[in-house]
């Protein structure tokens, strides 16, 4: 009698180390010891989980489930260590998927062992909540391994294709028409749940719901915009805690269905504090497309400038800012930033670094980069604060950044219309690095490129920033 | 494995509470936590390792492991990535942003 | 009324929750609220008036009403005062503080 | 087997309702409605039950049930319009003692039934879960009860004795040891508690636990001092709530359970929050006392001046602060205030109200008083953001408010040491309306009074403030 006490102590503790670590992760200070909160609330599920089974009937399988958490451990852990800074975006979407996969199969998995073996309950209540639970979390489950697929791939940007070593861009598609298909996919997908509770032998209507939700998943992501993948991650995220308490229901633990629906709705709270971040509002992101299209073709032309002339114009300032970008993410050359900084301050310059909220490819990309490069965080300065700054700036470096500094934005038109800007243009003199005139992930000219007080210094970040050093250095 | 009315409705009290639990417990987040909270959060959201746990090992306990069986052991490398992978990531990415404030702070 | 081992622990999680969820609900208010919130909150706990109506007709059911069912009237009686006085004078410090404020945001 | 789905779904609901009422009641804006959702929660708590009663076993004594609710209601309703301003306190106090009482008087009931009708469990899983709920509701239940009684009349202040109608102060004791008197209580109540497990048919260790519960409720809060009782009746109010939650654990109800725990969570960080803007420590509040004590023999004398006198100096004055303390609340004269303030802006002179924030006896209680006069909320300034203005200030006029200005407290000595005060020693002319030179809650002598630059108008407030504003119509 006393056992299975000690079972459903060990889940609620568990569970209450997933509460605790949710709320430590939301602020700076706590977050590391919140996430190590989590993991030992999901050590201790696991464990107190194999225990009741052993206790219970029985475990039959050991080689075969400590093999699938030792293999599924390695996999997770190579991945999580190998990826680079810049991958990590899409490296949590996958994660995303696999979390919503998994709560799909297992309910799967339960609803075809119940067929096989005639376990279909017989009395409305069982057979209503567990098939409803069960069809719940596979739909939620098959959207959010799809849609968070799609995502990934547009967050790389795209894929090689096999064999042909082909790099292709992923595509953003979305007539207006597609909502509608979305609608009418999303209630037959509805149906098919009602029809497995009708028909409870009948897999048919098992298969057809697992079908037509993968479709819907990758319907919902194809047209949205690469540039708002981070809130759909987010979204997805919310659903794959969804999903996971459905399971919780299917197999009726109450440790998924508490973690579940907190991460559920923790997550939604999270994509709405991103949208406002990226001052966007959830149904457009979702509804309308943006960004990502086609790339326009630069019609106009700038003449580049050398490191040697920069350096020169580097002589005599008093006051530099420099704004990162997505560019010094790809060309990870936060430690050649860093010394630029280095010198400057040498030469009595004083250095800030200017952070747009949505800079980079995921937000905080930047924060993230440069504390790497163990740039003082006092220098790092929010976008609203240092606007203001830029009007009594000697020099304004903008390394790898563009739609962030694009004065379009201000127009209030196009895809970029009504997103706050870097004020990088009211700066005394500019120098903008990177490969060529091309746009950013929006898609947009920048007229920043072609004012007279900008100089471009064309080329790999990395590979100028060292140029440009070097040539302080010697000047 | 039969449910009984009482059962269901305390579940489902439970899934609301935590539910309200889930919005109250996140207000405001700086921009530099978004990812790792989300990732974070998604490692959690892996907790249904712990339904594939008794998936699989009911079905290879039911004597004839099927479909249902592999579906089951899919379900929990697919999980365990999700967990160990999403604290492992998160936990790279906090390091380099709160580890270096703190170092700063004690210095 | 006999107890099931999952009951008690299904009521002991909803009990952990709910006070999580207390703690959070509540993060800054200012002076001016401290008084009715905590009349507010001390109308809310008279939910025990729920628990009376069970107890006194339990009690008047058994057949032979003594203490106990006098008892429950009791605790009747009392939970209702701490109720409907609760809210009723909560309602009336808001009136003041709040709805004043509204009708000038109004004009 | 539908029906009984449709009362838990009445208790979610009210429960749900509970939750966002509590929510809503934390910001000023939606605060009435919060207290409106609180209220429809209590309902549908109420009527659910009596048709679940109904539909279950048949309620037998309708009019009892009935009756009891009507005269609940009636008794709560005529206290609460009756009730003055200043008394609200007081109320509250009472209020939460009742509710208190009630979760102590449902287990004893519950106890009291079960062991005459011999239904005391026999497995021990049972009677361990409710005998222990039940002697934890009582234990909690009494101490909330005698304790709140206790913090109402120090509240009061005092009381009349019946026949004699002599009034009594009421005492304030609590010598260093009885801290241990009242941890061997706890212990001892703990030990009955275990004792009625382990003799569940013997009624007399319920008794004794009624017995020590009660009496620890009083010793709890007679050391402490009343100008703590606003934290005492919070924390009481916390354990209220968990009272609740542990009935709801006797009769099995998870509204209860939700409801109780939630306001016991809440009610606590309440308290911390009370005890904060009143600059003390939980602990200390608890154990040890502070003001409230025998009043200091006043030494000192100082002249005092007349309304005309007074009357004269707001004449070519530009700036004028207001500061209302518990005087202002006693005598009512908020309104008088409220014309004075007009005649002073009449005369252009720029008028502010300096609020501290534990003026009065109830957080927020000058706020209440001022609103219910139409002063315009923009001119009620918090503590913080006045203190600076009193400098430029040209007079200040202190209408019953002593403690909040007294400089006593910069020294961080005595009672009032390092509570955070109004500057009003800064102005440049100081009027100050009480009934003598005596001192206020925490019984400290008070140094403004003998400034040069202050002028005492002596006499009941509503008069005193009448007096000045007819002789200011007339100057
Ligand atoms: N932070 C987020 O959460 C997030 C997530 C997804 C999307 N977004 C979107 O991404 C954009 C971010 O703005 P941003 O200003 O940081 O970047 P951006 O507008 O995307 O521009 C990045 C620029 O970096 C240059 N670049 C690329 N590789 C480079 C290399 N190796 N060396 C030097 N330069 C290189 C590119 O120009 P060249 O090709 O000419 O070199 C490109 O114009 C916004 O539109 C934002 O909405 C943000
Ligand atoms: N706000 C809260 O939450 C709260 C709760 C409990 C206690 N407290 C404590 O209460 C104190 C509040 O400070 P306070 O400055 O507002 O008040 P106070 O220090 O208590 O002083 C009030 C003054 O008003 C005068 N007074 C009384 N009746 C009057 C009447 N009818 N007309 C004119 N004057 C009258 C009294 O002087 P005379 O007798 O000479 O007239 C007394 O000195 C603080 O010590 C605080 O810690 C606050």
């Known amino acids: ?475 | 494995m039969s449910l009984t009315i009482a059962a269901l409705i305390g579940s489902i009290t439970i899934f609301v509470l935590a539910i309200y639990l889930g919005f109250e417990l996140i207000s405001k987040v700086p921009a530099t936590l978004h990812t790792p909270l989300m990732s974070g959060a998604n490692a959690i959201s892996g907790i249904t390792v712990v339904g594939a746990l008794l998936a699989s090992n009911v079905a290879f306990n039911s004597g004839s492991p099927g479909i249902a069986a592999w579906l089951g052991f899919t379900a929990l490398v697919l999980a365990t990535i999700n967990c160990v992978g999403g604290f492992m990531v998160t936990n790279r990415m906090l390091e380099m942003i709160a580890g270096k404030r703190r170092k700063k702070e004690v210095s």
């Open chain 1, 1 to 475: 009698m006393v056992d299975p006490i000690i079972f459903d102590i060990g889940y609620l503790l568990s569970a209450a180390l997933f509460i605790t670590g949710i709320k430590k992760l939301g602020s700076p200070r706590t977050a590391p010891y919140g996430n190590q909160l989590g993991s030992a609330g999901m050590l201790l599920a696991v464990i107190t989980t194999l225990v009741k089974m052993q206790v219970g009937n029985g475990i039959i399988g050991w080689e075969l489930l400590v093999g699938g958490l030792v293999l599924g451990s390695v996999i997770g852990a190579w991945l999580a260590v190998k990826v680079e800074m810049t991958g990590m975006p899409e490296l949590v979407a996958l994660f995303n998927g696999f979390g919503g996969a998994a709560s799909a199969l297992v309910a799967l998995s339960e609803v075809l062992a119940r067929i096989k073996t005639g376990e279909v309950p017989t009395d409305m209540l069982n057979l209503w909540a567990i098939w409803i639970a069960i069809g719940l979390s596979g739909l939620v489950g098959w959207i959010t391994l799809t849609g968070s697929l799609v995502a990934m791939f547009k967050l790389k940007g795209g894929f090689t294709i096999p064999l042909t070593k082909k790099w292709v861009r992923f595509p953003t598609w979305g007539p207006p028409w597609l909502n509608f298909v979305k609608v009418g996919l999303l209630i037959a997908s509805f149906a098919f749940v009602v029809m497995t509770v009708r028909e409870p032998e009948n897999a048919l209507w098992v298969w057809a719901l697992v079908g037509s939700s993968c479709l819907l998943g990758v319907l919902f992501v194809l047209p949205i915009g690469g540039a708002d993948m981070p809130v759909v991650v987010s979204l997805l995220n919310s659903l794959s805690g969804v999903a996971a308490a459905f399971t919780g229901f299917v197999i009726n633990n109450n440790v998924l269905i508490i973690a579940g629906s907190m991460v559920g709705a923790a997550g939604l709270v999270l994509t709405f504090i991103m949208c406002k971040a990226m001052n966007r509002q959830l149904i457009d992101v979702l509804f309308k497309s943006f960004g990502g299209s086609d790339k326009e073709t630069v019609t106009r032309t700038k003449v580049g400038s050398d490191p040697e002339e920069v350096a020169m114009m580097c002589d005599g300032i008093s006051t530099c800012i420099i704004i990162p970008g997505y560019g010094m993410a790809v060309s990870q050359c936060q430690h050649a930033v860093k010394e630029f900084a280095d010198l400057m301050e040498e030469r009595d310059v004083e250095v800030k670094y200017a952070i747009h909220p949505v800079a980079g490819r995921m937000p905080g990309h930047m924060n993230v980069l440069l504390a790497e490069a163990n740039v003082p965080y006092e220098q790092l300065i929010e976008m609203d604060e240092i606007n203001s700054e830029f009007a009594e700036c000697d020099l304004a470096v903008v390394i790898g950044a563009n739609d962030t500094t694009n004065p379009a934005a201000r127009s209030g038109e196009g895809p970029l219309g009504g997103m706050p800007i870097l004020d990088v243009d009211k700066a005394r003199s500019i120098v903008i690095i990177k490969r060529s005139l091309s746009v950013g992930y929006a898609g947009v000219d920048n007229d920043l490129f072609f004012m007279d007080k900008t100089m471009m210094l064309f080329g790999d970040g990395k590979a100028m920033m060292s140029a440009l050093n070097t040539a302080i250095k010697e000047y």
